[in-house]
Structure formats: structure tokens, C-alpha cells
Nanobody
Framework: QVQLVESGGGLVQAGGSLRLSCAAS????????MGWFRQAPGKDREFVAA????????IYGDSVKGRFTGSRDNSKNTVYLQMDSLKPEDTAVYYC???????????????WGQGTQVTVSS
């Protein structure tokens, strides 16, 4: 069972930055891609970004393009989400997930972290 542990959430003012981390207990063929999703109260889970372990190919949701950057450190089995120019509408619980394909669909991801709260004040 792959375990994912997120860290780095918190409270930040609009325009500020945060970096989220997600450490995976292992990498297998089931976890070739690491995704980031978020969910605000009363809203559906939203795709944020995803990155492959091999080659570091990244994709982003439209609402975060140009502001968020995904990266990974294969030696640490850890992926990162650098969030810049944060807006109040970025406030949500952020989840990392692992799955077998580079996709925006949450149903494809097999493993999920516990989530970390990000709050952006105006």
C-alpha cells in the first residue's frame, strides 16, 4: 500500500507564496504520476497539477497556470507544488495523489494523501 504524506499548507496573504510537499512511501508502476487536487467547501474536487516521475512532465489546471509549478525529487520520492501569486479563491484542502497515468481525472489516481489546508486571506 503506497502512502502519501503532504505538508506545507498554512495561512498566507493574497499575493503570497506557499510550497506543498508530498512524500511517497514507494514508487511503482501504479504511481508513475503524482497529482495535486484541491477541494473547497461545497465544491467538487478540482485538478490542480500533475507530474511524472520519469521526465518530470507536468500538466496544470487552467485556474493555476502561470502561478503554480510542480517539481519532483526522485531521490526523496517527493513531489512539490510551488504556489505563487496566491488568491483567496485558491483556499481549499489540497491533496496529493498517485496513479498510473498522466491525467486530470481524479478517478484514475489510486492513492491519496490526507490533505493539507491552504488558506489565502484577502
Amino acid at each position: 500500500q503506497v502512502q502519501l504524506v503532504e505538508s506545507g499548507g498554512g495561512l498566507v496573504q493574497a499575493g503570497g507564496s506557499l510550497r506543498l510537499s508530498c512524500a511517497a512511501s514507494e514508487r511503482t508502476w501504479r504511481t508513475v504520476t503524482m497529482g495535486w487536487f484541491r477541494q473547497a467547501p461545497g465544491k467538487d474536487r478540482e485538478f490542480v497539477a500533475a507530474i511524472t516521475w520519469s521526465g518530470g512532465v507536468t500538466i496544470y489546471g487552467d485556474s493555476v497556470k502561470g502561478r503554480f509549478t510542480g517539481s519532483r525529487d526522485n531521490s526523496k520520492n517527493t513531489v512539490y507544488l510551488q504556489m505563487d501569486s496566491l488568491k483567496p479563491e485558491d483556499t481549499a484542502v489540497y491533496y496529493c495523489a498517485a496513479g498510473p497515468a498522466l491525467t486530470t481525472s481524479p478517478s484514475v489516481y489510486n492513492y491519496w494523501g490526507q490533505g493539507t489546508q491552504v488558506t489565502v486571506s484577502s
